[in-house]
């Protein structure tokens, strides 16, 4: 059986980065990303709906977000989803989806806030050399 589970997604972060380590040392970055989603509806008004996603990052990754972004900051993530179930302390069952981050870029202008630059920075940068042949 065929399956795919890929997900991309720009937002804002709703709060400042969250850096743990595992017991191997793996560092582990946790955010949270704000979607916007704006549209008029049948009667004319502008309406708005926003999506919470907590999404989570590994290794380097983790570092990298955790060292260089902020609450309010934007963010193009791509990654997979994930479901995550676990024990309350009272003993009920809990369960939630998130996004385990494979891929990023840093979106908008490098900027000092809070003496932590915004750097122009992408986990996959593309060549920038002029003398590249582009075969299209």
Excluded at 49 to 76: H, S, W
Aim: charged share 25%; proline share 8%.
């Amino acid at each position: 059986m065929a399956s795919y589970n890929k997900i991309i997604l720009m937002g804002n972060l709703t709060r400042e980065p969250s850096l743990t380590y595992l017991p191997s040392q793996t560092p582990v970055c946790e955010i949270g990303l704000a979607t916007n989603r704006k549209w008029t509806g049948q009667d004319g008004s502008e309406r708005e709906e926003v999506c919470f996603i907590d999404c989570r990052a590994f290794g380097k990754r983790a570092e990298t977000l955790n060292r260089y972004l902020q609450k309010g900051m934007p963010l193009l993530i791509e990654g997979r989803l994930t479901f995550d179930s676990w024990q309350a302390q009272d003993g009920s069952k809990r369960s939630k989806h998130r996004v385990t981050i494979d891929n990023f870029t840093f979106v908008g202008q490098p900027q000092q806030q809070g003496g932590r630059p915004n750097p122009d920075y992408s986990e996959n940068p593309a060549p920038t050399d002029p003398g590249d042949d582009v075969p299209f």
